[in-house]
């Protein structure tokens, strides 16, 4: 029989050993520090609505479950409403089962810094009414290394994968479809802009477009795609806003940590 849980922090103390995770470990995704973890198991702190919802993703709670999951670690709910600390059973049987795509280019560097920005946009990028986020800021800024970042990060979030598709090369809009299109590995039997957009309504995943700026007034054929796709979220990159009333806007800060990375650098080169 299972040993009776009568904290908050027993809880996550059991689901992090059901799922062999560390301490360090479940910090280091959670974008918090070790000794927060330790206090939170131990019932000295109570992690705030914003590392509560971290740590529902990083625990893998189911998402009904989330809320919930966040009340009880405020205290606004007794532990025992939660599921007991287990791994969650998937009712699909193997045939149904599917590698997640994704298309991310893999960084030959480490990512450095950022941890300020990561938190705000994973959630920003969680909220149900967010389904167009643009990382908003001037070239050399960083936008595409930090949507990248973002997207590996929540990659697990979404049961059909994440797909990047640069846009740096395509200067006239009509070919957005044909992009999107290529990344998907459609083979097209119609017109790509409707093929996608069929394709896309019955997914869920995340869409990365990269470098939108250059291609205007076109662009608004996205919409279509947020309109119809109630499951897809769109993730962009420019140095100037799309538009859409329905965009979420996060303008990208210059790097805090430079000195961290020039030292990375350096370090390679001396290599």
């Given at each position: 029989?299972?040993?009776?849980?009568?904290?908050?922090?027993?809880?996550?103390?059991?689901?992090?050993?059901?799922?062999?995770?560390?301490?360090?470990?479940?910090?280091?995704?959670?974008?918090?520090?070790?000794?927060?973890?330790?206090?939170?198991?131990?019932?000295?702190?109570?992690?705030?609505?914003?590392?509560?919802q971290q740590l529902a993703r990083v625990l893998e709670i189911a998402m009904p479950d989330r809320a919930l999951f966040v009340a009880c670690a405020r205290g606004e709910q007794p532990v025992d409403g939660l599921p007991r600390p287990r791994h969650q059973v998937s009712t699909s049987s193997p045939a149904d089962l599917s590698p997640r795509k994704s298309t991310l280019p893999q960084m030959g560097t480490p990512f450095i810094g950022r941890t300020r920005e990561m938190t705000d946009l994973v959630r920003k990028l969680s909220d149900p009414d967010c389904r167009l986020l643009t990382l908003?800021?001037?070239?050399?800024?960083?936008?595409?290394?930090?949507?990248?970042?973002?997207?590996?990060?929540?990659?697990?979030?979404?049961?059909?994968?994440?797909?990047?598709?640069?846009?740096?090369?395509?200067?006239?809009?009509?070919?957005?479809?044909?992009?999107?299109?290529?990344?998907?590995g459609l083979t097209l039997a119609s017109t790509a802009d409707h093929q996608v957009v069929h394709y896309l309504r019955s997914q869920q995943l995340l869409l990365v477009l990269d470098n939108?700026?250059?291609?205007?007034?076109?662009?608004?054929?996205?919409?279509?795609?947020?309109?119809?796709?109630?499951?897809?979220?769109?993730?962009?990159?420019?140095?100037?806003?799309?538009?859409?009333?329905?965009?979420?806007?996060?303008?990208?800060?210059?790097?805090?940590?430079?000195?961290?990375?020039?030292?990375?650098?350096?370090?390679?080169?001396?290599?």
């Open positions: 029989m299972a040993s009776t849980i009568y904290s908050f922090g027993e809880w996550v103390k059991q689901r992090r050993t059901v799922l062999r995770y560390t301490q360090r470990a479940v910090a280091a995704q959670a974008y918090c520090s070790v000794a927060m973890i330790k206090k939170i198991e131990a019932d000295e702190r109570q992690p705030s609505p914003d590392l509560a908003l800021g001037p070239g050399g800024i960083g936008k595409t290394r930090l949507a990248i970042a973002l997207a590996e990060h929540v990659q697990d979030e979404f049961p059909d994968g994440v797909i990047f598709v640069s846009l740096a090369a395509i200067h006239d809009a009509k070919l957005i479809p044909d992009a999107i299109a290529q990344s998907l939108c700026e250059q291609l205007g007034d076109g662009i608004e054929w996205l919409s279509q795609i947020v309109a119809e796709s109630p499951n897809l979220k769109l993730l962009t990159t420019s140095r100037a806003r799309l538009q859409f009333a329905e965009e979420w806007l996060y303008s990208v800060p210059a790097l805090e940590q430079a000195d961290e990375l020039f030292v990375a650098g350096a370090r390679r080169a001396q290599a």
